[in-house]
């Protein structure tokens, strides 16, 4: 017993060792390579460093990630989302959208679907909806077709992508109780964002 004894206080030992040394290990402030690539790739960010530079969802979409971020410029605040693949280990934007910035921003809402990128791997597959909220608990997304999705708002922001290139008609920001706060339509003006 008292052998088996030793045999569990040593590997306890042994594992608490490696944890405290995995753990005092400093944490590198290096950025993802998936927003470095969009700091890289887009001329959204020139001005800005990448340290100002915050991603507020990142997604799995496909064979690749969607990014919303937000940084700070003269305008305001700035939001843009972007999708990107990973070719040969390295990330590559396919399609990046921005919203204008803006000085206030209790609500900023948009979608890629007006953008008119065209890259290597053709024009964008997928519509994503996306932007942020200091009120309010979830948004509700309308699509042309008629298709409403709930989004819960996650840290302040929501992101939402769907296959193929849709129209959306409004996006409404929802409080707890369920009574609408705010609309961003699109119905009377197609034009939301600029690429």
Not at 118 to 130: C, D, F, H, I, K
Not at 147 to 153: A, F, G, Y
Request: hydrophobic share 40%; net charge negative.
């Amino acid at each position: 017993m008292s052998s088996n004894f030793f045999g569990k206080t040593t590997l306890f030992c042994i594992l608490s060792l490696l944890f405290l040394t995995v753990a005092c290990v400093p944490a590198t402030s290096d950025p993802p390579p998936t927003i470095q690539a969009v700091f890289e790739d887009t001329q959204l960010l020139t001005a800005t460093t990448l340290d100002q530079v915050e991603v507020l969802q990142d997604q799995a979409y496909g064979s690749g990630r969607i990014l919303l971020y937000s940084w700070q410029a003269e305008g305001g605040t700035c939001l843009a989302s972007s999708y990107l693949t990973s070719l040969n280990g390295s990330w590559t934007i396919s399609d990046t959208l921005s919203l204008p910035c803006q000085p206030e921003t209790e609500f900023m809402a948009g979608y890629t679907n007006v953008s008119t990128i065209e890259t290597n791997l053709g024009s964008p597959r997928q519509t994503v909806a996306y932007g942020t909220s200091t009120m309010g608990n979830v948004v509700r997304v309308i699509w042309a077709d008629g298709l409403v999705e709930q989004v819960p708002l996650s840290h302040g922001s929501f992101l939402t992508v769907r296959s193929g290139r849709w129209a959306i008609e409004r996006i409404d920001l929802i409080d707890a109780d369920g009574n609408l706060i705010q609309t961003e339509d699109w119905k009377l003006s197609p034009v939301q964002a600029t690429g």
